[in-house]
């Protein structure tokens, strides 16, 4: 069983369009996140929530917007996207967002490679 | 200055050769490290944590912190194919109230037979 998944895995569209992609961990984590890859392997952190709860909102352009309808799900939304957004967008959870005692892990999907044309 | 800097590299070495992979780090209050291996189209799995200084090890693998030159260090012994992969160091910073992970750039090694 896939611990944290992604889909879709690949998303190609158009120049100011919308899309999202959806993400969900069957291991009973409160805490999920999103992260962004860029091309040069950097992975930045965009949001996380606890709980279904918004915890983590870094200087991400308000197109993205993170859903959480429950605390095992957090979906990404983009609005009018643009080619900038090119990137491998990672799902991630963990136990709780609240420490890291250097044990609890981050357990991370496998990525949506978002290629905007 | 970044939270956490690194090589990207890449770097390329013959199999059975050792592998050095450093990090500095700019705040003296970090007290946990971590290493991160991320396979190609896949996402990036723990590999390694140590808290504050000193060296961890894990077979093949040791993690080495010197808290002194806010320096961290993945060496690797008998390097194999299979260790190629983007190897990311990370810490842990505490902000508004919860701590998220700060990854490095990623440093990309290729282990050739």
């Known amino acids: 069983d896939t611990a944290v998944s992604q889909t879709p895995k690949y998303l190609v569209t158009q120049m100011g369009n919308d899309k999202s992609i959806k993400c969900e961990q069957n291991l009973g984590h409160d805490t999920m996140y999103w992260y962004k890859q860029d091309s040069k392997k950097f992975l930045k952190i965009m949001f996380s929530?606890?709980?279904?709860?918004?915890?983590i909102n870094e200087t991400v352009p308000n197109r993205f917007s993170p859903k959480s309808p429950d605390k095992a799900h957090l979906n990404l939304h983009i609005n009018s996207l643009e080619l900038g957004d090119s990137a491998v967008y990672f799902c991630?959870?963990?136990?709780?967002?609240?420490?890291?005692?250097?044990?609890?892990?981050?357990?991370f999907g496998s990525g949506t490679q978002l290629s905007v044309l | 200055q970044k939270e956490v800097e690194q090589d990207p590299g890449p770097l390329s070495v013959p199999e059975g050769a050792i592998v050095s992979l450093n990090c500095t780090y700019s705040n003296s209050a970090f007290q946990y490290f971590m290493w991160y291996r991320q396979y190609s189209r896949k996402g990036p799995e723990l590999l390694m944590y140590t808290y504050s200084s000193g060296n961890k090890e894990d077979g093949r693998f040791t993690a080495q912190v010197d808290k002194s030159s806010k320096y961290i260090s993945l060496f690797i012994r008998d390097s194999q194919p299979s260790d190629s992969a983007t190897y990311l160091c990370a810490v842990p910073l505490f902000s508004g109230g919860y701590n998220k992970l700060i990854f490095g750039a990623g440093t990309r090694l290729a282990v050739h037979p």
């Open positions: 991630a959870s963990r136990p709780n967002g609240l420490s890291f005692g250097g044990n609890e892990k981050l357990f």
């Open positions: 929530y606890n709980n279904k709860e918004l915890i």
